[in-house]
């Protein structure tokens, strides 16, 4: 599938949502035998999408305007489907998820395959991943009947004080090669259940496993005489990321990516004040304390640092250890001093550096001095050590473990880092307020008007 051309474009008509895609995938390997499981997704030899700008691939691009007044149509399809979306209630748009989820159960095996073939990663992790989609979808469901503001006590009589959240809009998402459906998940289950329409960007590596992903939900959304436009994708490079980071009426850019193009998303939506989620590179470290128990610690850092063939932004990447051991050649490295450049550097491949502390400030000190802050571990059995390691004077990142891997994290909880991992945070916890707007109101029930902190203006 990687050597295939892939291309799509948007099509000239105005009065549908059905896209022309041009050559989205070979008709050698869609028609051969052991891979007819493909058509089970709705894929063929031309597979819909959205595509507005210069694709990198092979063949022509079409960009396709409204003559009414020269807008792009996708743009315009969304907003209209926003029109739509923000007038069904929040509990109501659980259920829509619910059935997104339910959808998605009954393609797992075959979804999974297809993350599998063109991805590259091993089945049981593509399986893994719309698993991942699905139990947000189903997380997303009963906050749905949740979210909320606060009401406030008011220092006013007569005065109620009240949070008021409200869904941001356009949510433009753009993801990475290595997780192409549950990062979207992610983010998809939760903004819609917050009542925003999303615009999706893939990687350009893995444009088949978006487009199923978008008729498997556009179905859903279909079903219940709601517009496909909700959930709109676009198949691209860097100039259609660029494009959504820089649109005024993308409300909210949801960014996964290197620390590097991180960089860039930012200062392009930060120039038009807009609002930006990143979740950037991790250079994770597992720090294993004399007490450590092997029988966890072993399989753990296997796990972390070889996992996903090393390309996961939890892989652990640096392994901190108080003794002396006997390490596997060639992918684990001994001898590098803690600040070494090369052990700072997020390499995204299988490469474990061993580097020896002497105390546990040490360790500690050694993890949080990298530029990225995602995730981190240490193996202990002193519960006092792991009281300090949560502390302010513990890790610095934003996932922080005890006993357990630096990757795999479940999705009840807020996935993100600090420092050069960007800040953001998606999935559980609270990381819905990340894709709603608040605002704080006053209401005066009374007849009088007392001024705040006592003030008399008379």
């Not at 009240?162 to 549950?182: C, D, K, R, S, Y």
């Not at 550097?345 to 002497?358: A, D, Q, R």
């Not at 792991?386 to 891997?405: H, M, Q």
Request: proline share 5%; with cysteine; charged share 20%.
């Amino acid at each position: 599938v990687s050597r295939c051309a892939r291309r799509c474009c948007v099509s000239k008509r105005l009065s549908s949502l059905s896209f022309r895609p041009v050559a989205a995938m070979s008709t050698l390997l869609i028609n051969q035998p052991k891979y007819t499981w493909l058509k089970e997704l709705g894929l063929s030899e031309d597979n819909g999408g959205v595509f507005n700008g210069t694709w990198g691939g092979k063949g022509e691009v079409v960009t396709s305007y409204c003559p009414a007044n020269n807008e792009p149509i996708a743009r315009v399809r969304q907003h209209y489907a926003y029109e739509r979306f923000l007038q069904i209630p929040a509990p109501k748009r659980g259920e829509i998820v619910r059935q997104i989820g339910d959808a998605l159960r009954k393609k797992i095996k075959v979804l999974g395959s297809l993350v599998s073939l063109e991805m590259g990663k091993i089945y049981v992790e593509g399986v893994g991943e719309v698993q991942e989609y699905v139990d947000v979808c189903d997380y997303a469901v009963g906050l749905s009947r949740m979210i909320g503001g606060p009401v406030l006590p008011s220092e006013r009589p007569g005065h109620a004080l009240i949070e008021q959240w409200n869904p941001v809009g356009l949510v433009g998402i753009i993801t990475a090669f290595n997780f192409p459906v549950a990062v979207y998940g992610w983010n998809n289950a939760i903004a819609l259940i917050c009542g925003n329409v999303c615009l999706w960007k893939g990687a350009p590596t893995t444009p088949l496993t978006s487009v199923a992903v978008t008729k498997i939900v556009a179905e859903v959304l279909e079903q219940n005489n709601l517009p496909g436009a909700i959930c709109s994708m676009t198949c691209g490079g860097a100039d259609i990321g660029s494009a959504i980071a820089k649109d005024k009426q993308v409300d909210l850019v949801s960014f996964t990516g290197s620390t590097h193009v991180g960089k860039q998303v930012a200062l392009m939506v930060q120039e038009r004040f807009g609002k930006g989620l990143l979740e950037l590179g991790g250079n994770n470290a597992i720090i294993v304390f004399e007490d450590a128990d092997l029988n966890l610690v072993v399989p753990s850092a296997l796990f972390a640092s070889v996992g996903t063939a090393g390309q996961r932004c939890t892989t652990t990447r640096r392994l901190v250890m108080d003794r002396p051991g006997n390490y596997v050649e060639p992918t684990i490295f001994t001898g590098l001093a803690h600040d070494a450049p090369i052990v700072h550097t997020e390499t995204f491949v299988p490469i474990l550096y061993v580097i020896k502390f002497k105390t546990e400030e040490e360790a500690f000190t050694w993890n949080n001095e990298v530029k990225q802050g995602l995730s981190s571990s240490i193996f202990t059995k002193d519960m006092g050590r792991v009281f300090r390691w949560l502390g302010p004077k513990g890790s610095d990142c934003g996932i922080v473990n005890v006993n357990i891997p630096t990757s795999g994290a479940e999705i009840g909880g807020a996935f993100g880092g600090e420092k050069h991992t960007g800040g953001g945070r998606e999935s559980g916890s609270d990381s819905w307020k990340q894709y709603m707007r608040r605002s704080t109101c006053t209401i005066n029930y009374s007849k009088d008007l007392p001024l705040a902190q006592g003030i008399k203006f008379e």
